[in-house]
């Protein structure tokens, strides 16, 4: 069977409620299909839901092929499919019309396929169709011109050919973009339809940039952000993946603007507004890549904070701005607040001081079994190896026993870092540093920016290496 879009990944069989939005029709969704071929076999009427598919209903088809789908409540439009098998599946749209839908399938032949009660649905099949015969004609004149007996006037012409055909499947679908520009099918195919680029084929930096600038600002022109029906589809969501994982700067605080700038341009409409914000604020918070809680964070701060989100109930209010006060102040790029403390020989030290090229403040606690064995190895294995390269490590003790202390920084020779403490507890450093888990590394840069945070040893090791190189000019 032809007419489906794209591959299904997986059939979900469930209920989806998480997505009722108000375009349903009053007299409910009726579809009769026939398909000859598929006697007394089940079929399964499906729908895409951001990145998944569900089966909402089934039925068995009759010894004629014949099967009759019935919701009273109507279905939400959008993109839906009907499968059997792998080998069989047909996409079909839900737009204004859903209460008298027929349908002739046929599971070979994509001409022989019939629809009559959804407008929308006949106009995608017939798009898929021509598009499916121009590819067909395309790809046999290309596997022509695989022949290597092939004169060149031959394969000149095998050549004109194609192009010919590529051009005219390109404006025939530039004349159905215009033509259904207004209805859900039009709209559905020109949301396939990439941005085109200013440079198609790049030839040096300038362009590339150029193109990744474009990119980023016109990425989503040809899909409408206020209309609910994309999240209905099989591509959409994987657009926001792709767009924020390729288009978008890896840096936490371009990734945190770009998701913002995406939620606002859904506020139109509450239920686009809030399956993007809901998209993104989750992949972000339950995300284990460095940084990207600066998304959450972000989002937290623009939409959620001191707003009327009823979705997000009061336990989980309160859940969202414990986390959000952990990380408030000690985000990547953010500067690391100075933290007054005092050393083991009681002098008084400022955090922010201290001079050098990169800073790692190290908080740990003696009662921390994990602690006990990760200091040593943090002076060991890395303050050995970077203290003549531009490396300061400033090791805080959150405990309150200094004796312990001390005998423990002679005990395994760390005296030669900046060992400090404030055992009086009048910094409040827990209030800008998130200490949710200990030992806990920030790595600041030599204008006290936070440059990671939450990594081991070795993962600092790699960081230093990687900037030590590059600063010198080796990388």
């Not at 794209?6 to 029709?25: D, R």
């Not at 085109?196 to 040096?204: D, E, I, M, R």
């Not at 050995?384 to 200094?402: Q, W």
């Not at 002679?410 to 200490?435: C, G, P, R, V």
């Amino acid at each position: 069977m032809k007419f489906n879009i794209l591959i299904v990944m997986s059939l979900l069989f469930c209920n989806v409620e998480a997505h009722n939005y108000t375009n349903k029709q009053n007299k409910g969704f009726r579809l009769e299909v026939t398909i000859p071929t598929q006697k007394n076999n089940i079929l399964y009427l499906g729908q895409y839901w951001k990145d998944k598919t569900y089966a909402i209903d089934s039925v068995k088809l009759s010894d004629e092929g014949k099967g009759v789908f019935s919701i009273a409540d109507g279905l939400q439009q959008g993109q839906y499919f009907l499968h059997i098998k792998l080998a069989f599946q047909a996409d079909f749209l839900i737009g204004d019309e859903q209460h008298n839908i027929k349908m002739q399938l046929s599971e070979y032949a994509s001409t022989g396929n019939k629809v009559t009660g959804s407008k929308d649905t006949e106009r995608l099949w017939n798009y898929l169709s021509q598009i499916e015969d121009y590819n067909t004609k395309i790809n046999s004149l290309q596997l022509s011109m695989t022949d290597s007996t092939l004169t060149e006037d031959k394969r000149s012409e095998l050549s004109t050919q194609i192009k010919n055909l590529i051009e005219k499947r390109k404006d025939f679908s530039i004349n159905f973009n215009k033509e259904n520009k207004h209805n859900w099918a039009g709209k559905l195919v020109k949301g396939l339809e990439p941005v085109a680029l200013p440079y198609p084929n790049p030839q040096n930096k300038q362009e590339i940039d150029a193109n990744r600038k474009y990119g980023q600002i016109h990425f989503f022109d040809n899909v409408d952000l206020t209309d609910p029906r994309f999240w209905n589809t099989n591509y959409f969501d994987s657009y926001i993946d792709t767009y924020m994982k390729e288009w978008v700067e890896f840096i936490p605080d371009s990734l945190a603007s770009a998701a913002s700038s995406l939620v606002a341009k859904t506020k139109e409409n509450d239920v686009c507004f809030k399956e993007m914000l809901s998209k993104l604020f989750n992949q972000s918070m339950t995300s284990k890549k460095m940084g990207d809680e600066n998304i959450w964070a972000r989002l937290f701060e623009d939409y959620v904070v001191d707003k009327n989100i009823s979705w997000i109930d009061a336990k989980q209010m309160v859940e969202i701005k414990s986390m959000y006060e952990n990380i408030k102040n000690n985000r990547i790029g953010m500067t690391a607040i100075n933290i007054p403390l005092k050393t083991t020989e009681g002098d008084s030290i400022n955090t922010s001081e201290i001079v050098s090229d990169y800073i790692v403040l190290y908080f740990y606690d003696l009662n921390c079994g994990h602690c006990t064995t990760e200091t040593p190895r943090l002076h060991n294995e890395l303050y050995e190896k970077y203290k003549d390269k531009g490396l300061k490590i400033i090791a805080i003790n959150i405990g309150s026993d200094k004796k312990e202390w001390v005998e423990y920084i002679q005990k395994h020779n760390l005296t030669d870092w900046i060992n400090a403490a404030d055992m009086d507890y009048k910094s409040q450093y827990w209030l800008n540093y998130d200490l949710s888990g200990i030992p806990m590394t920030y790595l600041l840069d030599k204008d006290k920016k936070i440059i990671a945070k939450k990594i081991d040893t070795k993962q600092i090791d790699t960081l230093l290496e990687y900037y030590i190189k590059d600063k010198n000019g080796t990388n």
